[in-house]
């Protein structure tokens, strides 16, 4: 993988040939948000959209997972979703993560959820908001969680 720190773009296609280490550990899905760790340019989050294989298995099998992280500038990525089926990332399209005070924050297709174990568990975060989309997250310099949704406005609450 190329890592130059933005010197000169460059093609995905020279990067992702589609089966080769990086790409072989991503399901076959969209990447929908991109989180870079300020603090270490070589960490970041991946969120992709659409349905894991709970939905659809043969030649078009979209994988599993919907939240990816990297510790080495995307060399290799693994998969944060969680496993028990109780716990984890609901399998909904993932729309945008935030990773704020070592907290992780994912916007999905029915609202929003976070893990305070880096993705071992997930949860509902907050009250109130309704199950709807959420299309983008961000923290404010003030410390509060804005959350943009499809169809019912933006909605706030202080980032934990």
Request: a negative charge; proline letters at 7%.
């Amino acid at each position: 993988m190329l890592n130059n720190s933005g010197g000169a773009w460059h093609s995905t296609s020279e990067v992702c040939s589609g089966t080769a280490a990086p790409c072989a550990a991503f399901p076959k899905r969209y990447i929908s948000g991109v989180k870079i760790d300020v603090g270490n340019p070589s960490h970041g989050y991946l969120s992709l959209s659409g349905y894991s294989r709970h939905w659809m298995i043969g030649t078009e099998d979209p994988g599993v997972g919907h939240l990816f992280e990297t510790s080495n500038g995307g060399a290799a990525w693994t998969d944060v979703s969680g496993t028990s089926p109780a716990t984890a990332l609901p399998d909904f399209p993932a729309d945008d993560v935030v990773f704020y005070h070592g907290n992780l924050i994912v916007a999905n297709d029915i609202g929003v959820f976070i893990s305070f174990d880096n993705g071992g568990t997930w949860s509902r975060l907050g009250t109130n908001l309704p199950h709807v989309v959420v299309d983008q997250l961000t923290v404010d310099p003030n410390g509060v969680l804005v959350a943009a949704t499809h169809g019912r406005g933006v909605w706030t609450i202080p980032a934990p």
